[in-house]
């Protein structure tokens, strides 16, 4: 893997992509905070060593390098999931990239159900805790010590810090925000009503199917994470109706002006 990764680094340095400070992964539908990078470089992932190829229809699948906020960042607009039959150190390596080429700050979204029902759709969850159940880890296999630790600690997997910091900007801007426990499902069928029962016994609050393996990988090297769910729809198992996927991409829009500004005011504060 190192190999890989040191391949992948000096390709991207060649580029142009020079000291970033900060990481972004944009999950469905919420590609328009791109809009706002000054961009300087902008790499398809077909064209990145080693990077898989998003296979989603509604992800950009390319890398953008610029300015947000005075600071320079790095965005992955549209990201790689297990479902789509990558392995999890797969799904994960531009996240060793990142933290290869000099950032410290990781910022992620998704869009998730709620499976909490006092979350209204289209609005924005704070992660404060996850859990995962995904077939595996992508830590699993043998440690590379130069990455980080064999047993990393994950009692506080999103940094407290960014996450006092995001509440204090919503409540300046107006951004009704809630906080919750996020848990990665693997997809990409969505959940039944027995799996949301037992979501909602699992202790969680929304359920989608990405973040977890990118936050253990951002944790095991020491990396400061924060990330938002944009809630898309509600589980509600004793009123469940089939999924429309444009209701879900809907309702991400209606919620991304919030993300945008509030993602914006947190690198401005960094």
Do not use: C
């Not at 992620?108 to 880890?137: E, F, Q, R, W, Y």
């Not at 938002?228 to 991304?256: C, K, Y």
């Amino acid at each position: 893997m190192m190999e890989k990764l040191n391949e992948t680094v000096s390709f991207l340095k060649s580029k142009g992509v020079e000291k970033p400070e900060i990481g972004i992964i944009l999950g469905t539908g919420l590609g328009s905070l791109a809009n706002d990078v000054n961009v300087e470089i902008t790499l398809d992932y077909k064209d990145i060593p080693h990077f898989p190829l998003s296979t989603v229809e509604f992800h950009s699948g390319k890398l953008l390098y610029g300015e947000l906020g005075g600071k320079k960042v790095l965005v992955m607009n549209g990201r790689f999931h297990f479902y789509e039959g990558y392995t999890l150190q797969e799904v994960t390596f531009p996240v060793r990239v990142m933290k290869m080429l000099g950032i410290n700050y990781l910022l992620v979204s998704n869009a998730a159900g709620a499976v909490n029902l006092n979350l209204p759709k289209s609005s924005l969850m704070i992660i404060d805790d996850h859990i995962n159940m995904l077939p595996g880890s992508p830590l699993v296999g043998k440690n590379l010590d130069e990455l980080g630790p064999r047993f990393p600690d994950m009692s506080r997997p999103y940094n407290p810090g960014l996450i006092s910091l995001m509440e204090k900007i919503a409540a300046e801007k107006g951004i009704k925000i809630n906080k919750g426990v996020y848990v990665a499902w693997i997809g990409p069928s969505l959940e039944t009503r027995a799996e949301y029962r037992f979501i909602k016994l699992m202790g969680a609050d929304a359920v989608g199917m990405s973040t977890v393996p990118e936050v253990l990988v951002a944790n095991h090297m020491g990396m400061k994470v924060a990330a938002v769910s944009v809630i898309t729809d509600q589980g509600d198992p004793d009123n469940l109706h089939p999924v429309d996927i444009d209701d879900i991409i809907r309702n991400a829009m209606i919620a991304e002006k919030d993300l945008v500004l509030l993602f914006e005011s947190l690198i401005r504060e960094l």
